[in-house]
C-alpha cells in the first residue's frame, strides 16, 4: 500500500478545499473573491501533494509552455478582478496542460459500475474521441 505523508495528507485537502471554492464561485455567478481563494489553495495542495520541485518541473516543461502560460494568465486575470474571462483563459489552460491524463482518467472511470456503462454508449465515445481520449480503451 502507498504510504501517504502528513505534508501530502494537507495538501489532499488544500486541493480539495480549492476545487470546493472553485465550483461555489462557479455557483455564484463568477464570484471574484471565491474563484481566487479556489485557485491559491488549489495551487497550494498541488505543491503539497506532488512536492515543490515536480510541480515546477510539470508547469514549466518545454512543450507545455502554452497550457501554463493561459493557465497562470487566467489565474492572474481572476485575481485582476475579471473573473469571467480569467476562468475562460484559466479552462484552456487546463485542458491544455491535463490533456494528457484524459485517457487515463476515462479508462479508470469506464471500470466503475454505473458510469462504465454509460461511457460506453455511442455518443460517450464520439465525445471522448473529440476530447483526444481513445474510444477503444473504454469498452466495458
Known sequence: MIEITDLQKIGIG?????????????????????????NILF???????TGLERTFRFFFQRHKFKGTSAFFGGIFVVLMGYPL????????????????????AIDFLSRVPILGSLISRPFMQRLILK?????NRTTV
Open 131 to 135: 476530447l483526444g481520449g481513445d474510444a
Open 14 to 38: 488544500l486541493a480539495g478545499f480549492g476545487v470546493s471554492f472553485l465550483f461555489l464561485g462557479v455557483l455564484f455567478l463568477f464570484d471574484k473573491g471565491l474563484l481566487a481563494i479556489g
Open 43 to 49: 495551487l497550494s495542495g498541488l505543491g503539497c501533494v
Open 85 to 104: 474571462i480569467g476562468m475562460i483563459i484559466e479552462s484552456y489552460g487546463f485542458f491544455a496542460l491535463f490533456s494528457g491524463f484524459f485517457p487515463v
